[in-house]
């Protein structure tokens, strides 16, 4: 079993920054993906980014460039820095974690951003 504990969520402006993270323990393996998926009211669970322990990333289009994320593979931390952030990025964002087999999913926290 793993564990995720995220944090960073809040309220802010339109325009404005936050940066959310999340640790991973229980049995994690030293090759693995951390990342990020969102969730807004009505709407599916949709990538956000992605990263392997080697560092490869994946973003989804609508968000490149605003966000990033960047991990600590020692810590066992995935961090997602979101900038220039608008009303429509408002959603519950949830860590996701995979090692070997099935992924493991973070209890939420949620960005709301007002106009």
């Known amino acids: 079993q793993v564990q995720l504990v995220e944090s960073g969520g809040g309220l802010v402006q339109a325009g404005g920054s936050l940066r959310l993270s999340c640790t991973a323990s229980?049995?994690?393996?030293?090759?693995?993906?951390m990342g990020w998926y969102r969730q807004a009211p009505g709407k599916q669970r949709e990538l956000v980014a992605i990263?392997?322990?080697?560092?490869?990333?994946n973003y989804a289009d609508s968000m490149r460039g605003r966000f990033t994320i960047s991990r600590d593979n020692a810590r066992n931390t995935v961090y997602l820095q979101m900038n220039t952030l608008k009303p429509e990025d408002t959603a519950d964002y949830y860590c996701y974690y995979r090692g070997v087999g099935s992924g493991y999913w973070g209890q939420g926290t949620q960005v709301t951003v007002s106009s």
């Open positions: 229980g049995s994690i393996i030293s090759i693995n993906t």
């Open positions: 990263m392997t322990t080697g560092g490869f990333t």
